[in-house]
C-alpha cells in the first residue's frame, strides 16, 4: 500500500540535493531547532528546499515514519538522511557538515563555515 505522504517526501528529497523538513519555513521558522539548522545553512550559504511539516499533518508524521527518526527538523543531503539539530549543530562545529557537502557537490561557503567554528570555540 503506497503512502502519499511517503511519496510526496521521497519525491521532494528525490529533487532537491538539500531538503530540510522543519516547523515553519527558512524564513519564518515556527522552533528554535528548525530555526537553527536553517540559520547555519543560510549562513553557509547552502541552497535548500524547506517543507514546512506544520503545513501538513501528513507530512508531520510521515517524515518521522520515512527517516525512522522521532523529532523534527530533519535534514536530507542527496537523498541521504543525515539528522536533526544536535546532529546538525555538531557536524557544523567539527567540519563533517563541510565534508559532506564537499563530498556530494553541494555548494557552500567556507568561510562562514569557519566563523560558525571560530565563534563557537569554548
Known sequence: MTNPAHDAIKADIDANDVVLFM???????QCGFSS???G????????????NVLADDAI???IKEFSD??????LYVK???????????????????DSL?????VAYDKDAAEKIREANKG
Not at 527518526?69 to 530533519?74: G, R, S
Not at 557537502?101 to 557537490?105: A, D, I, S
Open 23 to 29: 516547523k515553519g519555513t527558512a524564513s519564518m521558522p
Open 36 to 38: 537553527r539548522v536553517a
Open 40 to 51: 547555519v545553512l543560510n549562513y553557509m550559504g547552502v541552497t535548500f528546499k524547506d517543507v
Open 60 to 62: 508531520r508524521q510521515g
Open 69 to 74: 527518526w522521532p523529532t523534527i527538523p530533519q
Open 79 to 97: 537523498g541521504e538522511f543525515v539528522g536533526g539539530c544536535d546532529i546538525i549543530t555538531e557536524m557544523t562545529l567539527s567540519g563533517e557538515l
Open 101 to 105: 557537502f564537499e563530498q556530494n557537490g
